[in-house]
């Protein structure tokens, strides 16, 4: 008769007992995922999760703010659809997005990602509240492009458990996302963060805590010398952009600021500036007259171009 072998269960904890390295589980994979705050960044990231299967509690402070950011789903969804096919039927997805106006709806979800506006106070208060009601073992992203990671883990009692998640606009078009680790943020806690950028099919790159981190560094000086060139009249705002275009960048500079929010640029510049204290990051005098005059590029209809009355 044939001898069967039994797999010994105790061998794992013999590899263990003699240095033998053990395996490494992977990071558990979130099933719940709140996102805060429903304007272009919060719908977006909140559409790509659900479109990933994951369940999505998306939270603002208002019914209309909550019912733009999922007319902006429909639509977003409807464009993609009509260039091919969508990984599942958009009404399951749109079904996965229940959407609060209470923080506290936030309470069972394995995740949460920020995306308020770029004010360090705003956002450290909310942070503050966020640690209150979500469970502790949530983890508590923020979409910040430049507001130190660090600083906002402080407002709360799990600063291991705080993460950057920069990702960029139009979220469910652009497959990069930037990872911050904060001065206190756990291995633990940025493996599960790498888990969900890949669940999410986003190249993570990763970044240090530095204002602007490795993108806004980059880009805000860019966009910030193409304002003071048009204020300068170097060239008409077409004249800039098709130059830059010219160079292989796939959209102009200004062009690029109004799809960002030339506020959301303004307030980039004003964090890098005042944080690392360089006069190289003052922002244009025309960018804050055109945010003065609420001029704020896509989102308001008119900014360096114009796109209709909003």
Same mark, same amino acid.
């Given at each position: 008769?044939?001898?069967?072998?039994?797999?010994?269960?105790?061998?794992?904890?013999?590899?263990?007992?003699?240095?033998?390295?053990?395996?490494?589980?992977?990071?558990?994979?979130?099933?719940?995922?709140?996102?805060?705050?429903?304007?272009?960044?919060?719908?977006? @990231?909140?559409?790509?999760?659900?479109?990933?299967?994951?369940?999505?509690?998306?939270?603002?402070?208002?019914?209309?703010?909550?019912?733009?950011?999922?007319?902006?789903?429909?639509?977003?969804?409807?464009?993609?659809?009509?260039?091919?096919?969508?990984?599942?039927?958009?009404?399951?997805?749109?079904?996965?997005?229940?959407?609060?106006?209470?923080?506290?709806?936030?309470?069972?979800?394995?995740?949460?990602?920020?995306?308020? +506006?770029?004010?360090?106070? =705003?956002?450290?208060?909310? +942070?503050?509240?966020?640690?209150?009601?979500?469970?502790?073992?949530?983890?508590?992203?923020?979409?910040? $492009?430049?507001?130190?990671?660090?600083?906002?883990?402080?407002?709360?009692?799990?600063?291991?458990?705080?993460?950057?998640?920069?990702?960029?606009?139009?979220?469910?078009? @652009?497959?990069?996302?930037?990872?911050?680790?904060?001065?206190?943020?756990?291995?633990?806690?940025?493996?599960?963060?790498?888990?969900?950028?890949?669940?999410?099919?986003?190249?993570?790159?990763?970044?240090?805590?530095?204002?602007?981190?490795?993108?806004?560094? =980059?880009?805000?000086?860019?966009?910030?010398?193409?304002?003071?060139?048009? $204020?300068?009249?170097?060239?008409?705002?077409?004249?800039?952009?098709?130059?830059?275009?010219?160079?292989?960048?796939?959209?102009?500079?200004?062009?690029?600021?109004?799809?960002?929010?030339?506020?959301?640029?303004?307030?980039?510049?004003?964090?890098?500036?005042?944080?690392?204290?360089?006069?190289?990051?003052?922002?244009?005098?025309?960018?804050?007259?055109? =945010?003065?005059?609420?001029?704020?590029?896509?989102?308001?209809?008119?900014?360096? +171009? $114009?796109?209709?009355?909003?």
């Amino acid at each position: 008769m044939e001898r069967r072998t039994v797999p010994d269960r105790r061998s794992h904890a013999r590899g263990a007992a003699t240095g033998e390295p053990a395996a490494k589980a992977d990071p558990p994979k979130p099933e719940q995922v709140g996102v805060v705050g429903a304007g272009t960044m919060g719908a977006g @990231i909140a559409q790509v999760c659900a479109m990933a299967g994951l369940q999505v509690v998306l939270v603002d402070v208002g019914l209309e703010q909550l019912q733009r950011g999922q007319a902006a789903i429909a639509a977003s969804l409807a464009r993609i659809e009509a260039k091919g096919p969508l990984p599942r039927p958009a009404t399951e997805i749109t079904g996965r997005i229940r959407t609060s106006t209470a923080i506290k709806d936030l309470a069972k979800v394995d995740f949460v990602i920020e995306a308020a +506006f770029e004010d360090a106070a =705003v956002k450290a208060d909310l +942070f503050a509240k966020l640690d209150a009601a979500c469970k502790p073992a949530a983890i508590l992203a923020s979409n910040t $492009s430049s507001i130190s990671i660090t600083k906002l883990a402080a407002a709360t009692k799990r600063p291991s458990q705080v993460v950057g998640m920069h990702f960029m606009n139009p979220v469910p078009m @652009i497959a990069y996302v930037e990872l911050i680790r904060g001065l206190q943020t756990a291995d633990a806690t940025m493996a599960r963060t790498r888990e969900l950028a890949k669940t999410l099919g986003k190249t993570a790159v990763e970044s240090n805590d530095s204002p602007g981190f490795i993108a806004n560094r =980059v880009l805000m000086p860019m966009i910030n010398e193409a304002v003071f060139a048009l $204020s300068e009249n170097v060239g008409t705002a077409e004249a800039i952009d098709t130059m830059m275009k010219g160079l292989s960048f796939p959209m102009g500079p200004l062009a690029l600021a109004d799809l960002i929010g030339l506020d959301v640029c303004l307030a980039v510049l004003e964090v890098m500036q005042r944080d690392l204290g360089d006069p190289k990051y003052r922002p244009a005098p025309l960018l804050r007259q055109y =945010v003065q005059a609420g001029w704020l590029g896509r989102k308001s209809g008119r900014g360096f +171009f $114009s796109y209709g009355a909003k």
